[in-house]
Nanobody
């Protein structure tokens, strides 16, 4: 069983930065692929970024490329999403997820409760 807790969301202005964190209560944390997703009101949840278990490979959705960075600290059982140059369209509920077989398959086993990001223009 893995428990994930997000933090770091908030209200910012367009152009600002935020760093989201996801703390995991998990054995063998370094075996999991990790991901960030988001869901805006009236829209489906979408992937933002994914990182593999070693941290040496990442995937970004087009809207995140060049602005967002996913990273992990296996020693702290935590991973992050650094978001720069935020835009109003980035406003959403952001979720973190973990999956043993998730890399390349999209098979996510565990989800956090979400942290709200609001971006004012």
């Amino acid at each position: 069983q893995v428990q994930l807790v997000e933090s770091g969301g908030g209200l910012v202005q367009a152009g600002d930065s935020l760093r989201l964190s996801c703390a995991a209560a998990a054995r063998d944390f370094d075996r999991y692929a990790l991901g960030w997703f988001r869901q805006a009101p009236g829209k489906e949840r979408e992937v933002v970024a994914v990182i593999n278990w070693t941290g040496d490979d990442t995937y970004y959705r087009d809207h995140a490329k060049g602005r967002f960075t996913i990273s992990r600290d296996n020693a702290k059982n935590t991973f992050y999403l650094q978001m720069n140059n935020l835009k109003p369209v980035d406003a959403a509920l952001y979720y973190c997820a973990a999956g043993l077989q998730a890399w390349g398959t999209g098979r996510w086993d565990y989800w956090g409760q979400g942290t709200q990001v609001t971006v004012s223009s």
